[in-house]
């Protein structure tokens, strides 16, 4: 079946440590993005990126850095630059051109930091 | 600039009830309207979408009309079930091929027995 996965589901992390989240795809999606949710809150952009080799920051992008080397994967890594990074983490795929159509979302990766 | 109000909740009703959650927007252009549904621990699934005024998105019991004259994209259901209990965001998308989506805070929404 074609679709999203991100894995861990979830994951904990020592103040000081960077740490990566991974997001795979097989729905030969040009474009991924990575958000952020927060309780009560809806989600907040991070990074973006439409082609591989290629990303741009969203909106909340400071404390993040990701990488796309190959179409399938858009690994999101929370240095520890964050601040404040306990959060659930969502990527999503999305096929660029043709006609409308929407985003299609990972299960969501929580991070919580002790 | 582009934004999208929605009700806040928990929304608490009780099996069978009438469901509303309203969603207003702000855009430039004409944007595609969406309802995302979220379950406990998972990730957004959509749940229907309206891509010009006076559309009509459907699915699962549930539909939206897309009012351009009130900037309204409200989700309604006729009698919930104690399944429907998750999360809904409303959102819209500016551009045509839906890559830059811009989400509602959401509202949780609890099903009674």
């Known amino acids: 079946d074609g679709g999203i996965t991100q894995s861990p589901k979830y994951l904990f992390r020592k103040e000081g440590q960077n740490v990566t989240l991974s997001c795979e795809q097989n729905?030969?999606?040009?474009?991924m993005y990575w958000y952020r949710q927060d309780p009560g809150q809806g989600l907040r952009l991070i990074y973006y990126s439409q082609i591989v080799n290629d990303f741009q920051k969203g909106d909340i992008a400071e404390g993040y850095s990701v990488s796309r080397e190959k179409k399938e994967s858009f690994p999101l890594t929370v240095t520890s630059a964050q601040k404040n990074p306990t959060a659930f983490y969502l990527c999503?795929?999305?096929?660029?051109?043709?006609?409308?159509?929407?985003?299609?979302f990972g299960p969501g990766t929580r991070l919580t930091v002790l | 600039g582009d934004s999208v109000t929605q009700m806040e909740g928990p929304v608490t009703l009780s099996e069978e009830a009438f469901l509303t959650i309203n969603c207003t927007y702000t855009a430039t252009g004409y944007p595609s309207l969406f309802w995302y549904v979220q379950y406990p621990g998972e990730g957004l699934q959509l749940l229907l979408k309206a891509t010009k005024a006076d559309d009509k998105g459907s699915n699962k019991g549930f539909e939206a009309t897309y009012r351009k004259e009130t900037t309204s994209f409200h989700l309604e259901k006729g009698s919930v079930q104690v399944s429907d209990s998750a999360v809904y965001f409303c959102a819209l998308s500016v551009d045509s091929s839906a890559s830059k989506i811009i989400f509602g805070s959401g509202t949780r929404l609890s099903i009674r027995p």
């Open positions: 999503a795929s999305h096929r660029l051109g043709g006609s409308t159509d929407t985003q299609y």
């Open positions: 729905l030969n999606h040009d474009a």
